[in-house]
């Protein structure tokens, strides 16, 4: 090895030593934190929140509230109207609770009313919205027929996985599983696991019986519903090991 490229490597090294130390330090000094002053911006930032830097797009602060503890990942969007500088009212737009995590590059982008529960996690890339282009007019173009809002509601402990869509309407109850990738519209119920576009309910928990698979919605006959009857339980992810 020439002299010449011994110092090239040996300064590469010392260059991309100092890159990747002078990157985690403004990562770690870039997170919005409630004492930030980016912090300060928001409606309501509870105590150990803590928004990973870089960030995506975030405006409309003064309209969006979240709960204690709860950790944002890096490049997430989480937007309150159209644009900064616009007066949404007395209320907030975006509610997320306490002990939540938000994955990376996960969209959460409010105009009415967009409300997630405590204890909320989500894979990477879910993108929530509770407002959709119409497209009632068949000579307008879909993009500039005025938008409709519906507000979204996602209950305490649900899990939403990888790159799942929540579009306006959306009512989840309390520790709804959503599949990755799914498209999700309309109100499912507690303790249920959704998947598909759209989505549906695949499997349901009923108090008695443990978790089983919905009914279809066509009606069975007699001997179909009896023999259904007498299937065992199905286990619960926790109960397969055991």
Same mark, same amino acid.
């Given at each position: 090895?020439?002299?010449?490229?011994?110092?090239?490597?040996?300064?590469?090294?010392?260059?991309? %030593? =100092?890159? #990747?130390?002078?990157?985690?330090?403004?990562?770690? #000094?870039?997170?919005?934190?409630?004492?930030?002053?980016?912090?300060?911006?928001?409606? #309501?930032?509870?105590?150990? %929140?803590?928004?990973?830097?870089?960030?995506?797009?975030?405006?409309?602060?003064?309209?969006? #509230?979240?709960?204690?503890?709860?950790?944002?990942?890096?490049?997430?969007?989480?937007?309150?109207?159209?644009?900064?500088?616009l007066d949404l009212g007395p209320d907030p737009v975006v509610k997320i609770g306490k002990a939540c995590s938000i994955g990376r590059g996960s969209h959460i982008v409010g105009h009415q009313s967009i409300e997630i529960g405590d204890d909320v996690f989500t894979g990477p890339y879910v993108y929530i919205t509770d407002q959709n282009h119409g497209y009632a007019d068949p000579d307008v173009p879909v993009g500039r027929? !005025?938008?409709?809002?519906?507000?979204?509601?996602?209950?305490?402990?649900? !899990?939403?996985?990888?790159?799942?869509?929540?579009?306006?309407?959306?009512?989840?109850?309390?520790?709804?599983?959503?599949?990755?990738?799914?498209?999700?519209?309309?109100?499912?119920?507690?303790?249920?696991?959704?998947?598909?576009?759209?989505?549906? %309910?695949?499997?349901?928990?009923?108090?008695?019986?443990? !978790?089983?698979?919905?009914?279809?919605?066509?009606?069975?006959?007699? =001997?179909?519903? =009896?023999?259904?009857?007498?299937?065992?339980?199905?286990?619960?992810?926790?109960?397969?090991?055991?």
């Amino acid at each position: 090895m020439s002299l010449r490229s011994s110092i090239g490597s040996a300064t590469r090294r010392v260059v991309a %030593v =100092a890159l #990747h130390r002078g990157w985690e330090w403004i990562r770690r #000094h870039g997170e919005i934190t409630p004492s930030t002053p980016a912090g300060r911006r928001f409606g #309501h930032l509870g105590k150990g %929140v803590c928004i990973g830097f870089p960030t995506g797009a975030i405006f409309g602060e003064p309209w969006i #509230h979240i709960g204690d503890d709860t950790l944002v990942g890096v490049h997430v969007t989480i937007s309150a109207g159209f644009g900064p500088g616009l007066d949404l009212g007395p209320d907030p737009v975006v509610k997320i609770g306490k002990a939540c995590s938000i994955g990376r590059g996960s969209h959460i982008v409010g105009h009415q009313s967009i409300e997630i529960g405590d204890d909320v996690f989500t894979g990477p890339y879910v993108y929530i919205t509770d407002q959709n282009h119409g497209y009632a007019d068949p000579d307008v173009p879909v993009g500039r027929q !005025w938008p409709v809002n519906d507000s979204v509601v996602i209950g305490d402990g649900c !899990w939403l996985g990888a790159g799942a869509i929540i579009l306006p309407g959306t009512r989840l109850g309390r520790n709804v599983v959503v599949a990755g990738g799914a498209v999700v519209r309309g109100e499912f119920p507690d303790h249920s696991v959704i998947a598909g576009v759209p989505a549906k %309910v695949v499997r349901r928990y009923d108090p008695e019986t443990g !978790w089983r698979p919905p009914f279809p919605e066509t009606p069975l006959d007699e =001997a179909t519903l =009896a023999a259904l009857a007498d299937l065992p339980p199905i286990p619960g992810p926790g109960e397969l090991a055991s």
